[in-house]
């Protein structure tokens, strides 16, 4: 089978070729038929010989002058017209000769001139083509498709630079849809390991910490009383683990309620951060309710206001500013403390991903998968002055 381009040129070199062909046909046809034959010149020089025949064999002597006269003026005319019988003949058959060689030469040339437009467009029409083709192999292969040439011309008409254009709108969002699928991924089987690690810990958790209140009321020498304590103190941080681990292994579930984001942070900045930071909630009167579940999304807040509280090793002020944009509410926290350098931005919000000494990593990976569940957005910045900030996209729709 013969490839894209020589078929397109075949096929445009037929649509022009065979109609000039059959027009320079029907013109030589049509010279031919439309030239006198050379009957009309052997009807006419019969005829002339007819006539010398008769005047040879008539007995002239008994006409008179004028009928002498008129019958030689008619052989005369015989014979003038039988000559201008021969030069027309041979004027139109050089005429015709050359008319028809005129038709064949233009024929030729504008076959030659349409098998090179054919060429020309089967070029135009196939290499753009292929060029889309192979970039389809490329995106199969996952290899980076060709950039816009540096402002090189594009090959084809203006439809097919749209066509690479959608190629590469379409790789760019397959390539962030096969990333969040990874990421998707990865999130199922955090969540699985930290569903599994929170079940085995809970169950002899339970028993270490009834065996501490057991041993905290019989312990009373002051050297026991410290190691009790720092058994109690470990206890209860690996029962808050436990919890963060519990709380990442499974989705916002239940039914969803209207929340009223204002009275929610603000009863948080009074209860999730110590005494000495002052959360100020500012909202400029817009109503800030959306439809949610009220617990996670309270954890997950909460856990924002107490890294904040945190970063600002537990003093100072953290800034909450609660607006409207379009068809939702944006949510920002921003504390003044050291900030999160550029280049660990991108994985604050990894699980099991902490720059703190005890952190377990859970508590920003929470509040992603909180708000992702919610339909909303997350992001980092820097806070004007120092510090970091978290901006949070929610849809009311």
């Given at each position: 089978m013969l490839p894209f381009r020589q078929r397109i040129f075949v096929i445009l070199a037929a649509l022009t070729a065979v109609p000039t062909a059959l027009a320079v046909v029907g013109?030589?046809?049509?010279?031919?038929?439309?030239?006198?034959?050379?009957?009309?010149?052997?009807?006419?020089?019969?005829?002339?010989?007819s006539a010398r025949l008769m005047v040879e064999q008539m007995d002239t002597t008994h006409l008179s002058l004028r009928e002498r006269a008129a019958l030689r003026r008619h052989l005369d005319q015989l014979s003038n017209s039988v000559s201008l019988a021969r030069r027309a003949e041979t004027y139109l058959r050089y005429y015709a000769g050359g008319f028809a060689a005129v038709v064949i030469v233009f024929g030729a040339l504008v076959m030659l001139s349409s098998v090179r437009l054919a060429g020309h467009l089967s070029?135009?029409?196939?290499?753009?083509?292929d060029e889309l083709v192979g970039w389809t192999r490329l995106i199969r292969r996952?290899?980076?498709?060709?950039?816009?040439?540096?402002?090189?011309p594009p090959r084809g008409a203006p439809e097919f630079a749209a066509l690479r254009q959608a190629l590469r709108e379409l790789v760019t969002a397959l390539d962030a849809a096969r990333e969040k699928e990874l990421e998707a991924e990865r999130l199922r089987a955090?969540?699985?390991?930290?569903?599994?690690?929170?079940?085995?810990?809970k169950n002899p958790l339970t028993s270490m910490r009834i065996a501490v209140d057991q041993l905290e009321r019989t312990v009373g020498a002051s050297d026991s009383r410290t190691a009790m304590d720092v058994l109690a103190a470990e206890t209860e941080r690996l029962s808050r683990l436990a919890k963060e681990f519990s709380d990442f292994g499974r989705l916002p579930e239940g039914p969803k309620s209207e929340v009223d984001l204002?009275?929610?942070?603000?009863?948080?900045g009074r209860s999730a951060v110590p005494p000495e930071v002052q959360v100020t909630v500012r909202a400029n009167g817009e109503p800030s309710k959306l439809l949610g579940q009220y617990d996670p999304l309270r954890r997950a807040f909460s856990n924002l206001l107490r890294n904040a509280a945190e970063a600002s090793a537990g003093r100072g002020s953290i800034d909450v500013a609660v607006s409207r944009?379009?068809?939702?509410?944006?949510?920002?926290v921003a504390d003044h403390g050291p900030g999160i350098p550029e280049e660990l931005r991108h994985r604050v919000f990894e699980p099991y991903f902490t720059t703190k000494r005890d952190g377990t990593g859970l508590g920003l990976a929470l509040v992603r998968e909180t708000i992702e569940a919610h339909h909303g957005t997350i992001t980092v910045s820097d806070t004007p002055g120092g510090g970091a900030t978290f901006a949070i996209v929610l849809s009311t729709a």
């Open positions: 013109w030589a046809l049509a010279v031919r038929t439309g030239t006198p034959s050379a009957g009309a010149r052997v009807a006419l020089e019969e005829t002339a010989a070029r135009q029409l196939s290499r753009p083509i996952r290899v980076p498709l060709p950039g816009d040439g540096g402002g090189a955090f969540r699985e390991v930290a569903r599994r690690v929170a079940h085995e810990i204002v009275d929610l942070l603000t009863d948080l944009d379009g068809a939702g509410i944006v949510v920002t």
